[in-house]
């Protein structure tokens, strides 16, 4: 069984950075496809980035392309998303996902194991 922990939410001024953990166990990073997903209050879960199973290949939502950068270290079998230039729109709570594609995914319902979720609120 996968097991996903998020970490590294906060709060942070408009223009500021933030670097989000997903610290996961029963499987190690490399062997799953992993996502980031946002849900703001009052909206759907959407889509942020992923990083494919094997190759690692990358793919960003419209919305942060530029800005989020994903990437995993297989040492410490986290995932991470690096977020720069933040603006208050990107206030959600932050959750990290995994399936055992090697496609890229980008729907939820694509994916298998959930995190609990980090805040990022950011301030204008």
């Known amino acids: 069984q996968v097991q996903l922990v998020e970490s590294g939410g906060g709060v942070v001024q408009a223009g500021g950075s933030l670097r989000l953990s997903c610290a996961a166990s029963?499987?190690?990073?490399?062997?799953?496809?992993m996502a980031w997903f946002r849900q703001a209050p009052g909206k759907e879960r959407e889509f942020v980035a992923t990083?494919?199973?094997?190759?690692?290949?990358?793919y960003y939502a419209d919305s942060v392309k530029g800005r989020f950068t994903i990437s995993r270290d297989t040492t410490k079998n986290t995932m991470y998303l690096q977020m720069s230039s933040l603006k208050p729109e990107d206030t959600a709570v932050f959750y990290c996902?995994?399936?055992?594609?090697?496609?890229?995914?980008?729907?939820?319902?694509?994916?298998?194991?959930w995190g609990q979720g980090t805040q990022v609120t950011v301030s204008s």
């Open positions: 990083i494919t199973r094997g190759s690692s290949d990358t």
């Open positions: 996902a995994a399936r055992n594609s090697y496609n890229l995914g980008r729907r939820t319902s694509e994916y298998d194991y």
């Open positions: 029963g499987r190690t990073v490399v062997s799953l496809g």
